[in-house]
């Protein structure tokens, strides 16, 4: 008898917040920092012309939330998003009191001047002065644990680079980064090229507490400008067959 009391009372609360607005949930449930412009319709099936979280901001975003999650403790959605021209689809679902994000069917292309200043930063640190080209994303299952890949079957696609060095400017092709699920605490992702003038293969990894792990090899292939290979020689190590290898390793805040 508990046990249909308690499922009524849920299904009660679900037809309470049925129109419950969105403008209202953002500012009640959003974490700090995060704030919502041009907010419409209500928690369930809503829409914003913009969100943003510190200094990045999201364009146009869409969600479709199922009503379903109070009775088995978990949200789940459909979302659309934008930041500039580039455009994120995702299923998406989190029990309630848990810190795994889970993102399912994710499709979206990300052009590089829409990407968080915090990374441009750190590519302009790595002597990378000025990157063009698109970023494909298809996932059937992406995994989040506290904002952390966690896990992940699907792929990154990095298509037709432009990228400036002290060296000069050169068009540097196509690559593919290709997860295949967690494997002994780890996600690694399988790095090689797809097209361009540089041979690359190499593997990053995923380790908890925000940790990462990467070891690339970029060799020069016949005809390759010669700025791209002065630029390899001079940033990476010697490898084998004269290719420059590069690595790291460290945790993110």
């Known amino acids: 008898m508990r046990r249909y009391l308690l499922?009524?009372?849920?299904?009660?609360?679900?037809?309470l917040l049925a129109g419950f607005p969105a403008q209202v949930a953002l500012h009640w449930f959003a974490p700090e920092g995060v704030k919502g412009y041009g907010v419409e319709g209500?928690?369930?099936?809503?829409?914003?012309q913009a969100i943003s979280a510190g200094p990045t901001v999201i364009g146009e975003t869409s969600w479709r939330l199922s009503r379903t999650w109070l009775l088995?403790?978990?949200?789940?959605?459909?979302?659309k998003a934008s930041i500039g021209r580039s455009r994120v689809n995702t299923?998406?679902?989190?029990?309630?009191?848990?810190?795994?994000?889970?993102?399912?069917?994710?499709q979206g292309i990300v052009y590089a001047d829409d990407l968080p200043p915090a990374l441009?930063?750190?590519?302009?640190n790595q002597g990378i002065t000025g990157l063009e080209g698109r970023i494909g994303?298809?996932?059937?299952?992406?995994?989040?644990?506290?904002?952390?890949?966690s896990d992940a079957r699907g792929s990154v696609d990095l298509v037709e680079l432009d990228v400036a060095t002290p060296f000069g400017a050169e068009q540097i092709g196509s690559y593919e980064v290709l997860?295949?699920?967690r494997?002994?605490?780890?996600?690694?992702?399988?790095?090689?090229?797809?097209?361009?003038?540089?041979a690359l293969q190499g593997q990053v990894t995923f380790l908890p507490e925000r940790g990462y792990r990467y070891r690339v090899v970029a060799t020069p292939k016949p005809g390759a400008p010669q700025s791209i290979v002065q630029a390899l020689s001079a940033t990476g190590k010697p490898a084998p067959g004269g290719g420059a290898e590069f690595s790291d390793q460290g945790t993110l805040p």
């Open 91 to 106: 299923g998406a679902s989190r029990f309630v009191f848990g810190s795994h994000l889970k993102l399912r069917s994710l």
């Open 72 to 79: 088995a403790g978990k949200m789940s959605a459909d979302i």
């Open 179 to 181: 997860f295949d699920g």
């Open 120 to 124: 441009l930063a750190g590519l302009r």
């Open 183 to 198: 494997s002994d605490g780890e996600l690694n992702g399988q790095l090689a090229d797809t097209d361009g003038p540089i």
């Open 42 to 48: 209500s928690i369930w099936n809503g829409r914003a």
């Open 7 to 15: 499922i009524g009372l849920a299904v009660y609360v679900v037809y």
């Open 137 to 149: 994303l298809s996932f059937q299952e992406l995994v989040l644990a506290d904002g952390w890949p």
